[in-house]
């Protein structure tokens, strides 16, 4: 397998200065005169839930006596992040998720800078901390300047299918557009819808059937254009065909009737019904829905369909944005246990359990070994085969307000509210205030 790094793209930023410990390179922490450290710890309770930390934390506990690691896990960890960023009373590490404005408290200093500790040995090794991760993983800097650690590796909103159903039909994966609505009147035939997605959740298909729409019928620039706040780029021809295209999958029946009311593990069982031939989701799909898969399912991942003529070179989103990341709080007051415990926890032997207990894939080096599932692997064949291009979902994790604005007004548009036209005018008005606001740190997007 290749190389994780030729298809990763994420995190990590801001400035800060160096640390008197930086230079600790003994395994494991040791606490000042034997005193009794405790480290707090919260983190976003997703797809791939918490146990995989709760068991390192239990395993590194058992090797340092003085340390007890209290971890905080919820799937609504921003809200209490938020009220303890307001009351600075912030824990010493966080994993904040796809909700929490960390931009916001990287811009205003309230997290370590990581650079320093990078360059000391990794835990319980001579190898530098830093060069136990693909290449690559820290090139979404600020101010040259690292501020967060990934460990988890997940690319989102592909398509996902039963090859034994498709193989039960003599399907094939449709290549264009075209071959995807022929596959929909096949699929109807059958009872079987084209898309159960959580209608709820319009980031779902803004990510998994927008975005690489706009891609394939204008390329990377297109994308591009309109993540740098380019003039008019949000209403492009590119946006308004994708618009368009995506107004005519509604109209020809593609979407499950009641889906746009489901949530996403709604939507999610359906699909693992056999009721509809796709989901969009990320690769924790599996571990999400692992108690409701049915044996005989063989769930695979394929890239969005391209646009005939289109100017497309088939990007694969990526989800993992600087949510994702683990990050230091600025006033910790452990900082040199609260590192080596996130070296500890990003550490090969760790990172491979989690690989192995929940289908995850990972951009420390050497975990890819630990992949046993199809599924998974499947999903980065696709990454693979799109040779390192994509395009990050990091968007909302940059201009959140922008992105939710334009999410919803896109919700409207394929709840048949408004129309192709008025959709990109209005994304176009959002992305033009964002431009206009002074207090609204800009980001540079490259791919």
């Known amino acids: 397998m290749k190389r994780l790094s030729i298809f990763i793209v994420l995190l990590l930023l801001l400035s800060g200065c160096a640390l008197p410990w930086a230079k600790e390179t003994e395994k494991g922490s040791k606490t000042e005169n034997g005193k009794k450290v405790t480290v707090e710890v919260m983190m976003f309770e997703g797809g791939l839930g918490s146990e995989w930390v709760k068991e390192s934390v239990k395993n590194y506990m058992k090797e340092h006596k003085n340390i007890t690691i209290k971890l905080t896990a919820s799937p609504d960890i921003h809200q209490q992040l938020q009220t303890r960023f307001l009351s600075d009373d912030v824990p010493d590490l966080i994993s904040p998720g796809p909700n929490f404005d960390i931009m916001g408290v990287l811009n205003e200093g309230k997290l370590m800078q990581l650079d320093d500790v990078l360059q000391e040995e990794a835990y319980g090794s001579k190898e530098k901390w830093l060069d136990t991760f693909e290449s690559g993983q820290f090139n979404l800097k600020k101010d040259n300047k690292t501020y967060g650690i990934p460990t988890v590796f997940s690319a989102g909103y592909l398509w996902w299918y039963d090859e034994k159903l498709f193989n039960d039909n003599g399907w094939g994966k449709p290549e264009t557009m075209e071959d995807l609505y022929k596959l929909g009147k096949q699929a109807k035939e059958k009872g079987i819808s084209l898309f159960a997605v959580p209608g709820k959740y319009p980031g779902y298909y803004f990510y998994g059937i927008f975005i690489p729409l706009v891609e394939r019928y204008g390329g990377k620039n297109a994308l591009l254009d309109a993540f740098n706040l380019k003039e008019n780029a949000w209403k492009s021809d590119s946006f308004l065909n994708a618009a368009k295209e995506s107004k005519k999958m ?80 600025e006033s910790s007051k452990n900082k040199k246990e609260t590192v080596d415990f996130l070296k500890y926890l990003s550490s090969k032997e760790q990172v491979s359990a989690m690989i192995k207990s929940k289908g995850a894939a990972s951009v420390v080096k050497g975990t890819e ?31 959140p307000e922008l992105i939710n604005n334009i999410i919803n007004v896109y919700q409207s548009l394929m709840l048949g509210e408004i129309k192709p036209e008025e959709f990109v005018n209005q994304a176009q008005k959002f992305a033009d205030q964002a431009n206009k606001d002074n207090n609204l740190e800009k980001v540079e997007f490259k791919w």
Do not use: C
Request: proline residues 4%; glycine residues 12%.
């Open 250 to 329: 509604v109209d020809k029946g593609m979407f499950m009737e009641g889906t746009f009311g489901l949530s996403h593990t709604e939507a999610q069982t359906l699909f693992f019904q056999r009721k509809a031939l796709f989901a969009t989701a990320g690769t924790w799909l599996e571990g999400e829905m692992a108690d409701i898969i049915p044996a005989d399912f063989k769930l695979r991942a394929m890239n969005q369909p391209s646009i005939v003529g289109g100017k497309g070179e088939s990007l694969a989103p990526v989800s993992t944005g600087w949510g994702g990341g683990w990050y230091i709080s």
């Open 369 to 399: 070994e630990a992949i046993e599932s199809e599924a998974l692997k499947s999903a980065l064949k696709v990454l693979q085969d799109a040779k390192g291009s994509y395009a990050p979902t990091a968007l909302n994790d940059a201009y």
